[in-house]
């Protein structure tokens, strides 16, 4: 399942053969410890991205996978590992971002509680046919639709409570 990585013979040999040569052989250790990478400067860090929603399907993912495959060569080359990381992450992030959306954790959209029954109706179903292909109004047909059957729950129960209060008084 999982892919091993070979070196060619000749990048291997050619490690081997170099040494570093400001370092005495005495002082050089037997463990290779990895050195972690810098991190970026401030300059580099532009600004945070908000998070994407993922395919839920394996036959979403299996499309995601082609889009990458065949979208691959068209990235610049490994000689710029920066370059080709920042273009390759960005051409996944605009995919997934643009597929299936982004995931707002602050509500912009205030529920309107003050709209009637067949108010929040009409606004669920204009936002089920905007969002038919967009997943970008998931949120607010979500909140729509939690407003709604709060709505329908509240007059029912105060329908059954003047129905109670009129047989108490009958």
């Not at 065949?70 to 370059?83: F, I, Q, R, S, V």
């Amino acid at each position: 399942m999982h892919k091993s990585l070979q070196l060619s013979q000749e990048v291997s040999e050619a490690e081997s053969n170099t040494t570093s040569p400001s370092i005495p052989d005495s002082q050089t250790s037997t463990t290779n410890h990895p050195q972690s990478p810098k991190p970026p400067s401030a300059e580099t860090i532009i600004s945070t991205l908000p998070g994407v929603k993922l395919p839920k399907t394996p036959a979403q993912w299996l499309e995601a996978n082609i889009f990458f495959q065949l979208l691959l060569k068209y990235l610049p080359g490994y000689d710029n590992l920066n370059e080709f990381t920042n273009a390759f992450q960005s051409m996944i992030y605009k995919y997934f971002a643009q597929n299936y959306g982004t995931v707002n954790l602050h509500n912009d959209q205030p529920t309107n509680t003050n709209k009637s029954v067949k108010g929040l109706k009409k606004q669920l179903k204009h936002l089920k046919v905007l969002g038919h292909n967009n997943h970008n109004f998931d949120k607010q047909i979500i909140n729509t639709r939690k407003t709604l059957r709060s709505k329908i729950l509240s007059l029912k129960l105060s329908k059954r409570e003047e129905k109670y209060q009129q047989s108490l008084l009958n």
